[in-house]
């Protein structure tokens, strides 16, 4: 039997119920490979690609630029040459047929987050996914757990995974005491404890991968893997122009030349991404926690907190993950690392790479997990 | 972010968090306690529709019932705001202004100006506006135009229950007088907003959806009118650009003309009556300022220029609703020089 391949609205961020297409990179009649980028797809975040997932000719377009598509409704297909046309017909019409949207209210449902009490602060979850194992998303500076839109759902599958908003952050408690790593790594101990979680694989982007190599090197026994995203903690190097400019913006023309830098592609981000963010700065008390958060981890213009030469301390195995375009820690700081880390760097990627090359990053941690022990 | 809540209950968190936050602010106005000089209970009725309900429980004293004098009540409001206190007055419906407006025009919006920057009147008068209430003539008017007229005074109008805390804490925290309208029809919205208390800037307008066609600019109770057109307008492949001005004293005059610039035609949405009102003046901003790039000639959509009737028929037929706004952003998409 000859294998016909639908290209499916993908699922990125829980609240997600439709996705916009953008432009098409690939044409109908196109022969393309597993992995190539398809067609542009917006949510309400950034626009990303959608890639291949099989190997064949791109036979069907079934959705044009700006159609909307509801998760999991049919966009093309791709199949064999020698597959006939009526057979690419009767698959289209049965997929259809079958195709049942998902509903809003199963979508909110699933969205929600969950508050949890930690040391007199209440901290903001979201899980997905169930496995033996667990893993823990931490976030980075001014971003919350929406960081992990395009990565929670897809590593989701074995595993039950974990996005945290840290203190000061999305939906956990604004006040921040000293700000320091040091606090934040008791809130994920904190966090840990209060789920009965003993051990997880950490993955941590920008400062939260300074509070993961903390975290690990504190807590081994609580750790089970590290994998680090355009990290904090590797250099001394850091764009302060960025931090200083996300803490004082107020109103959407100052804040998106900032948002603009954590992309390599300046164009992926909307209009949404920038009102969500402004939503969160504008909160009572969220300004002043910022400050004083970077204000210990970042001095003089440079990163306080060097971790480079703890790194082969750590007792579990440990993977870095860069893109080449960085603007806001370089990219350098992913070179000369100890030989206990393995380390990726992703072309035409900015600071935001697990956004920005979603599919890219989602591989590589997958396949990090499974090479280090098996499967996770 | 998952809580949702009412327009009107948005309006009365703002107050009771800001209330709570600095003593100095007090409200006052007709019934925003209970009902004064009867024997009935104290916070039976939180103004004539329920929207500071609750507040004289909480804070006693500080939320007062005036008698039915507007030129005393905003009178001594300002009064108060000149020397130490940020009163939020109520004046049930805008239509009552003309008996104060001496005190608003002549006084509030002149003392920072006059007394060489010297003096600070951080005032808050909320105000219901607005047709489609079945209230006739003399209670359904749409008069920021009045307002948003006069230097000194910022107006703001929100649309949604989050920009209605937002603004709302704004204007509290302002130091110049603001008026703050409130659509009558728009007090039962559900919409998120955060639990806590946050301030959305003046003078930044908020894009309702982004398009490429025709820029649709609007504020509060007709963006939902201009949503709904541009739901339908988006099924026939016409793409829109929607903006709540929110503000329109300070007005977001970048992003009209840089949406207007972006798309080429421009249609302007209005409640109120045509003659000097929002759409007179943002089409003639953009006539100055992006001529230039305009495929179409601008299109206004208003109510004729008569009082609000008070039949069903007629009021429905007076205010815009989404077939006419859907119809002018046709006609200039179509438009053909």
């Not at chain 1, 093309?76 to 040459?81: E, F, H, W």
């Not at chain 2, 006069?150 to 008026?179: E, F, H, M, W």
């Not at chain 2, 709904?228 to 992003?255: F, K, M, N, Q």
């Amino acid at each position: 039997m000859r294998v016909i391949h639908p290209l499916t609205m993908p699922k990125w961020g829980l609240s997600m119920a439709e996705g916009k297409i953008g432009d098409w990179i690939a044409q109908e009649g196109m022969s393309v490979e597993s992995g190539v980028e398809l067609v542009e797809v917006e949510t309400d975040k950034i626009l990303s690609p959608l890639e291949a997932p099989a190997s064949g000719v791109l036979r069907r377009i079934l959705a044009r630029k700006n159609d909307l598509v509801p998760v999991a409704g049919l966009i093309a297909v791709i199949a064999d040459a020698t597959v006939p046309d009526e057979e690419i017909d009767a698959f289209i019409v049965d997929f259809k047929a079958r195709f049942v949207p998902e509903q809003t209210g199963q979508a909110d449902a699933a969205s929600s987050t969950i508050q949890v009490q930690v040391g007199g602060q209440s901290l903001c979850y979201v899980k997905r996914g169930e496995g033996e194992e667990a893993v823990l998303l931490i976030h980075g500076f001014g971003g919350d757990l929406k960081s992990w839109l395009f990565n929670q759902e897809a590593l989701a599958d074995q595993l039950a995974i974990y996005a945290l908003d840290l203190r000061g952050h999305g939906g956990s408690s604004k006040q921040v005491g000293s700000g320091t790593l040091d606090e934040f790594v008791e809130d994920v101990r904190g966090f840990l404890d209060s789920l009965g979680l003993q051990k997880v694989h950490l993955v941590g982007h920008s400062m939260g991968g300074a509070i993961a190599i903390k975290f690990a090197l504190a807590y081994p026994a609580r750790a089970s893997s590290l994998v680090l995203i355009a990290s904090a903690g590797l250099g001394s190097e850091i764009d302060v122009e960025y931090i200083e400019g996300f803490i004082s913006a107020q109103r959407r023309k100052e804040l998106l030349p900032q948002i603009e830098k954590l992309f390599a592609d300046r164009k992926l981000v909307t209009r949404q991404l920038i009102e969500d963010v402004l939503k969160f700065k504008r909160l009572d008390g969220v300004e002043s926690s910022l400050r004083t958060i970077a204000s210990q981890f970042c001095m003089d213009g440079h990163q306080a907190l060097i971790l480079r030469d703890q790194l082969s301390a750590l007792a579990m195995p440990a993977s870095v993950i860069w893109g080449a375009e960085d603007r806001i820690l370089p990219v350098s700081h992913a070179r000369d690392l100890p030989r206990n880390l393995t380390v990726q760097v992703l072309s035409g990627s900015g600071h935001m790479v697990q956004m920005e090359a979603a599919t890219k990053v989602n591989r590589l941690i997958a396949g990090f997990w499974r090479e280090s022990q098996g499967q996770p | 972010m998952d809580r949702k809540i009412s327009f009107q209950q948005a309006i009365n968190e703002a107050l009771a968090q800001e209330m709570e936050r600095d003593s100095r602010v007090i409200v006052m106005g007709e019934d925003v306690a209970g009902g004064s000089g009867t024997d009935g209970k104290m916070d039976a009725w939180g103004g004539v529709l329920g929207v500071t309900k609750g507040l004289w429980d909480k804070f006693g004293d500080r939320v007062m019932d005036t008698p039915i004098t507007e030129s005393a009540f905003v009178g001594a409001a300002i009064g108060a705001a000149t020397t130490g206190l940020r009163p939020v007055v109520e004046l049930m419906f805008v239509d009552f202004m003309g008996v104060c407006f001496d005190q608003i025009f002549n006084q509030a919006a002149k003392f920072r100006y006059m007394f060489g920057g010297k003096a600070v009147t951080p005032l808050v008068v909320r105000t219901m506006y607005g047709a489609g209430f079945r209230a006739a003539a003399q209670h359904s008017q749409c008069l920021y135009p009045l307002f948003t007229h006069i230097p000194g005074l910022k107006c703001a109008i929100p649309s949604t229950p989050y920009d209605a805390k937002g603004l709302l804490i704004q204007a509290i925290r302002d130091n110049d007088p603001v008026i703050f309208f409130e659509h009558k029809l728009l007090y039962s919205v559900q919409g998120e907003v955060p639990e806590e208390p946050y301030a959305i800037p003046f003078g930044e307008a908020r894009f309702i959806r982004e398009g490429s066609d025709v820029t649709i600019v609007t504020l509060g109770r007709m963006v939902h009118i201009v949503s709904e057109a541009a739901d339908t307008l988006a099924a026939e492949g016409c793409s829109c650009e929607v903006i709540d001005l929110r503000t329109t004293s300070p007005l977001d005059e970048d992003s009209i003309l840089g949406s207007t610039e972006k798309t080429g035609r421009l249609v302007v949405v209005d409640e109120a009556s045509p003659r000097c009102n929002m759409a007179t003046d943002i089409s003639a901003l953009v006539a100055q300022r992006a001529f230039a790039s305009l495929k179409a000639p601008i299109r206004m959509v208003t109510p004729p220029h008569t009082p609000v009737p008070f039949s069903d028929v007629l009021e429905d037929l007076y205010i815009p609703d989404a077939r006419k706004v859907a119809d002018a952003a046709r006609e200039v998409v179509g438009y053909k020089a």
